[in-house]
């Protein structure tokens, strides 16, 4: 029994001297992942601070474009039909449904618009309106 009793001590002391260095290791482990963790979150919070920063850009860059965007899509179809020839439902198709950039009256506005101040002509051919381009771009 006296025999049984040592090696018991033995094996206790042994078993608590392992779970002593496993958690002195877990907390240099834990130590490490701290100061790990403080250095992400500062990139975190840099990260949002450039970002606020771009927002505003991004903010300034939309009231640019809404102050212009008349002039943007009216010169996107001068574009678009100096390429190519296209019927007007087909570039409606393209300006309004596929790109989104505007209303369909909107981009109907666009259209007479465009071809009172001469920079697009459309045609008549076969019972289809061609809209063609007049090599002008919008001042």
């Keep these: 029994m006296g025999d049984e009793l040592e090696e018991l001590k033995y094996n ?20 490490k992942l701290l100061e790990i963790n403080q ?20 903010s300034e860059l939309a009231r640019q474009f809404n102050r212009n965007k008349k002039s943007i899509i009216q010169q996107r179809i001068i574009d678009l039909v100096q390429k190519a020839e296209y019927n007007l439902p087909d570039l409606k198709r393209i300006i309004v449904d596929q790109k989104r ?8 506005r666009y259209i007479n618009e465009l071809e009172e101040s001469k920079l697009l002509n459309t045609a008549e051919v076969n019972g289809e309106n061609i809209v063609v381009g007049t090599n002008s771009k919008i001042q």
């Design 39 to 58: 250095q992400l979150t500062n990139e975190i919070q840099k990260l949002h601070k450039s970002l606020d920063k771009g927002s505003d850009s991004k």
């Design 101 to 108: 950039y505007c209303s369909k009256a909107t981009f109907y």
């Design 12 to 31: 206790l002391k042994v078993s608590f001297s392992r779970m002593k260095n496993d958690i002195q290791d877990n907390k240099e482990k834990i130590s």
